[in-house]
């Protein structure tokens, strides 16, 4: 497996990143001064406990959410300052975002759900070429209910990657699915990383995913408190959890 990229533009940088949120009278900290840079076509895992700040940092780096101090910067747009129209065309245009759900339309095909998320990008992917590209090409005409967990999580992943995204966003994308199938989707993220020079972020509680990433960040109580850089990455197809 590739090693991190040499000398690669920062796709992302966060400096100082807080985020409070005020539950009646009472002021929850949720992020405690994260700064952080990921690299151009890196594939970087955040890992920690429920409650540790993953989602928060996931939600602020894909415009879903605004930090309550710091700043965030898209290469050299500071999107913790735009406007809520700006954040929309930043994450229509740039970001890719894989849950641990799927959230697919259960009356649409497979094709279908893609398509759906072409129809807003600024300059999608082939629909079916991307579906190929996931392993789906044979079963783009059925229904997510007659898709097995592992090819509805791959349908998620075409539909995060058809509107040609710089940033692919993956919230616990193997969490709802079992070890073998786990690393299925874990093999096709890093192929999306290498192959198409996508940067990904993906969090997770489960440790055992750290090898495959060029960096690992652990994540508690808010704060980064560990930096692993990986110099010897592990294929998915090795990964024992």
Same mark, same amino acid.
């Given at each position: ?13 966060? %400096?100082?990143? @807080? =985020?409070?949120?005020?539950?009646? !009278? ?6 405690? @001064?994260?700064?952080? !840079? ?31 101090? @710091?700043? #965030?910067?898209?290469? +050299? ?5 735009? $406007? ?8 229509? +245009? ?8 799927? *959230? ?7 094709? %279908? *759900?893609?398509?759906?998320?072409? %129809? ?5 992917? $082939?629909?079916?070429? #991307?579906?190929?590209? #996931? ?30 995204? !710089?940033?692919?966003?993956? +919230? ?9 199938? @786990? ?9 999306? *990383?290498? =192959?198409? =020079? ?24 808010? %704060?980064?408190?560990?930096? $692993?850089?990986?110099? *010897? ?5 090795? #990964?024992?959890?």
């Amino acid at each position: 497996m590739s090693a991190a990229p040499a000398a690669a533009a920062t796709t992302l940088r966060l %400096e100082g990143v @807080g =985020k409070t949120y005020q539950m009646g !009278e009472v002021a929850v900290e949720v992020l405690r @001064g994260i700064t952080l !840079e990921v690299k151009e076509a890196e594939l970087l895992v955040m890992i920690g406990p429920s409650g540790s700040g993953k989602s928060t940092i996931l939600n602020i780096i894909g415009g879903m959410d605004s930090p309550s101090a @710091g700043r #965030v910067w898209y290469r +050299d747009e500071e999107i913790s300052a735009d $406007d809520s129209r700006a954040l929309t065309r930043y994450r229509r +245009d740039k970001i890719g975002f894989v849950f641990q759900f799927y *959230n697919l339309v259960p009356n649409l095909t497979a094709k %279908e *759900n893609v398509m759906v998320a072409t %129809e807003i990008a600024r300059d999608p992917l $082939d629909v079916d070429e #991307v579906l190929d590209l #996931v392993g789906l090409g044979d079963r783009k005409d059925h229904f997510p209910s007659q898709l097995s967990g592992g090819e509805q999580q791959r349908v998620a992943i075409a539909r995060a990657l058809a509107t040609n995204p !710089e940033i692919v966003l993956c +919230d616990e994308p193997t969490g709802a699915l079992d070890f073998e199938t @786990g690393k299925r989707v874990l093999r096709l993220l890093v192929d999306v *990383n290498e =192959k198409l =020079k996508k940067t990904v972020l993906i969090i997770t509680h489960n440790t055992a995913i750290a090898p495959i990433a060029h960096r690992v960040l652990h994540l508690r109580s808010g %704060e980064i408190v560990q930096v $692993d850089v990986n110099r *010897n990455r592990v294929p998915p197809e090795e #990964v024992v959890w």
